[in-house]
């Protein structure tokens, strides 16, 4: 079966860094379009930031935009997000998804996601 499966969460106090990564396995095909998503008690899940295949393409977050990184390395079929600044507000639940497609220009619609991992939990204070 296909998986993936995220790292790097944790605690961090306001203003500091936090680096997640994400290792998929078991993909048959090359991956395209990947994205980070999260949700924080209460709220719905959002799209974080996504990246075309080759990671030319990079979309985020208005709220994300400028803190954070999406980057990718295809040869190891990893999958990162560097965040900085972080602020209380970015406390949540962290996904990683993969879409089954390139269509990165509609990255924040997660019924075009077909692969999530069970995420990692960021929490900022």
């Known amino acids: 079966h296909v998986q993936l499966v995220e790292s790097g969460g944790g605690s961090v106090q306001a203003g500091g860094s936090l680096g997640l990564s994400c290792v998929a396995s078991g993909f048959d095909d090359r991956p395209y379009c990947m994205g980070w998503f999260r949700q924080a008690p209460g709220n719905k899940r959002e799209g974080v930031a996504a990246?075309?295949?080759?990671?030319?393409?990079?979309f985020y977050a208005n709220s994300v935009k400028g803190r954070f990184t999406i980057s990718r390395d295809n040869a190891k079929n990893m999958l990162y997000l560097q965040m900085n600044n972080l602020r209380p507000e970015d406390t949540a639940m962290y996904y990683c998804a993969a879409r089954g497609d390139n269509l990165c220009g509609s990255w924040d619609q997660q019924s075009k996601y077909i692969r999530w991992g069970r995420g990692t939990q960021v929490t900022v204070s």
């Open positions: 990246l075309s295949r080759t990671g030319v393409n990079t």
